[in-house]
C-alpha cells in the first residue's frame, strides 16, 4: 500500500480471550407462512431459527456450516438486523443489536458488513464501481469525494483489482472480480465484522481457491474477524478457526477447527463430513460413507425431540424415548471444553 | 466395437459478439458399462458437447460439425429428426441439472414417467405405470405408488433428482448423459443419489458421461476422466493415473484450487490466477497459456496438439494437450514415457 492510502491495518490482531465481540444467545427467527383465516384455522410457523447460541471472539473467523433450510442465512441475516428477531438476543461488543432502532443501526453498520453470495445480484448494475465503493463513506458522511475516490482505489487495490478500472460497470467484471468488488465494499467503513454469506459458492473452482486466499489475507491484514456462512465443510475448514454444524435452525455442534475435524461427535456432522466427496480416488474407493436415510423434514413441523432423529443412524440403531420426547441442550463435552454438542445418545445413558 | 466413438466434434454458435467455438475438436470413445467423467468449469464446454451429442443444440445459433458420432454403429449426426427421437430417452438418456426445470409442473409425474414406455416400448397405460412404480422403487422412493400420481412440485428436491434418474433409466439405455446431476442438492442427499447411480449403473449395465466441475464427485464416480478447457480436452487419462500425476497445468491447478479435509488449512490454496478466456476471442496459441504457470515461450505462439503419452505402471494409454508436458513429469513419480 502506498502512504496515500487511507487504509492502514487499525485494528489489533490475533484471538483475544477477554469478552466475545459478537454474543448470540437463544436466538430465534420464526416466519409466519400461514395467519388464522377468516373463521378460524390453524397459523402456520416456520421455526428457520430455533434457539442458536454462540460466541465470536476478536479476530476469530467462525463457520455457520449446515445444508439447505437449515437456517445458517437466516441466522446471519437476523444477526446483521436485516430480519427483526423473533427471539432471543444478539450483543456486538457488549451492546444489544436486537433492540436497535434503524437510526441507532446506522452506527453500528459502520462495525458490521456483509458479504453475499451472489455476486450477479448484490452490485447495482447502474452504478460504477467507484460510485459503488464511495456509497458508503457518503453515507456516512466520512471525507470529501476526491478523497472517497482515492479510497475506493486503495480498496480495489487491495482486493487484487487494477485501481485503474474504477469508473467501469459491475458487468465489465468477470463473476470472480465482482466478488471482489463486493469484498472491496465490505471493507470500505473498516469494519471489525464481515458476515459473509456463501461467498464462494457461486464461483468456479479455480476463483473460488482466489477469493478463499483473498479472504484469508485480508482477515490477517485488518485484523477482521469473520462469521462465515457456508454449505461446504472443506471450503470452511479452510478459512475458520471455529465451526458450528446447524440442522434444522439449531446448532447441533460446535468446536474448534481441529477438534471438529479429530472428534465430530454429534451423528448429523459424521454424516456430513463421510458425504463430502474428495478429490482421491484411492480413499473414495476405500471410506465408509455413512448415507443418510430420506430428507431433511420440514421447518415449519419439525419432528417432536430431537430434530434429526428421524434420520439418524445412531438412533436406529438403539432407539431412546429422549430423542423423540426432549431436544437435546448443546452442552460441552466435557466441564469448561470448547467443544458442545446437541445428542443426547453421545452423551451416554439417563 | 466401442459404444460410442466421437470423433472431432465441433460446435460453434455465431453470435453479435463473433463465431464462439464452444467445443472445438473433442475427440473420445466409451466402452460398454464404462463411466467417463467430464470435467470443467463454467463455459469450457462440457455441457454442450453432451447436448451436441443428442442433436439438442438450436441451430441457429448453433452449429455441431464432427468426422463422425458413432453410437452402437449409427452416425448420430447424419440422422433424421424422427430417428434421433428413436434413440433419445431409449438408447441414450440425459438426466439434467435441475429437477425443478426439466419436468413439466403441469403433468403428474406418472405422465412423465409413462411418455418414455409408451412411446419407445409400445407398452400399455397400464403396464407402463406398472414398470414405472417399479422404477420409482428402485431409485429409492418410498410409497411409489401414491408418489405416481402426485406433481414435481409436491417432491423434495432429492426426490425430483430420484424421479429424473428413475425415468432416464426406464427404458434401460445403453448410455447415459448424466449433466451435473447432484450439484443442485446437498451433500448427504448427493450421497444417496451417487451410490443409487452406481448400484443401478451396475445392475444395468450402462455406459455413463457424467459431466460435472466436481473433482470430488468424479474420483469416486469414474473410471476415466477428460478436463476440458475452453472447448478443447486438454488432459484425458484414467482416474487413478490423473489424480496421482496431473500432466496439464490446468489440471494441476484445479487439483491445487480445491480445499480438502485433509489439506493443511494454514497454507494458501494454489490458485489459478485470473479467468478462463472469452471464446469469441481466444489467444492464437494453447488456451490456458495466460493463466499457466509452466508456460514457455511457443506456448503465446502455437497450439498445442494432445500427445499420446503411456503410464508404465499399467500400461494405460493418457493424453495431454501441453508443450510443457516433460516438465511436469516429476522425476520420482515419472516413468510415464511418450
Redesign the interface.
Known sequence: MTDTTPLASSHSRGESSGPPLLEVTDLKKHFQVQSKGLFGGQEKWLHAVDGVHFELHKGEALGLVG??GCGKSTAARTIVGLYPATSGSVRFDGRELTTLSPSQWRPMRRRIQMIFQDPYASLDPRQTVASILGEPLKIHGIGRPARRKIHAMALLEAVGLNPRHIHRYPHEF?G??RQRIGIARALALEPELIVCDEPVSAL???????V??LL?ELKERFGLSYLFIA?D???V???CTRIAVMYLGRIVEIAD?DEL?ANPTHPYTR???????????????TRQ?I??????PSPIDPPSGCPFHPRCPKYAATPDARCTSLIPPLEPASPGSRHEFACHLERGPA | MALLEVQNLRVRFETHHGVVRAVDGVSFSLEEGETLGLVGESGSGKSVTNLALLGLIPSPPGVVEADRVLFEGRDLLTLNERELRSIRGNRISMIFQDPMTSMNPLLTIERQLTEVLCLHKGLSRREARKKAIAGLGDVGIPSPEKRIDQYPHQLSGGMRQRVMIAMGLLCEPRLLLADEPTTALDVTIQAQVLELMKALQHKHGTAIILVTHDLGVVAGMSDRIHVMYAGKLVETASTSDLFQLPLHPYTKGLLGSIPTLHSDPNEDLDSIPGAPPDLAALPPGCSFEPRCAWKAERCSKERPERLTLTQPSSGAVRTSACFEVQRLLRPTQSGVTQ
Open positions: 445444508e439447505s468477470s470472480g472480480q468456479d473452482v479455480s476463483i473460488q481457491a482466489q478463499l486466499n484469508g454449505h465443510l472443506a471450503v475448514r479452510h478459512l477447527r475435524f454424516a456430513l463430513l463421510s458425504a463430502i466427496p474428495e478429490p482421491d480416488p484411492e480413499r473414495e474407493r460413507r448415507v443418510l436415510q430420506g430428507d431433511v
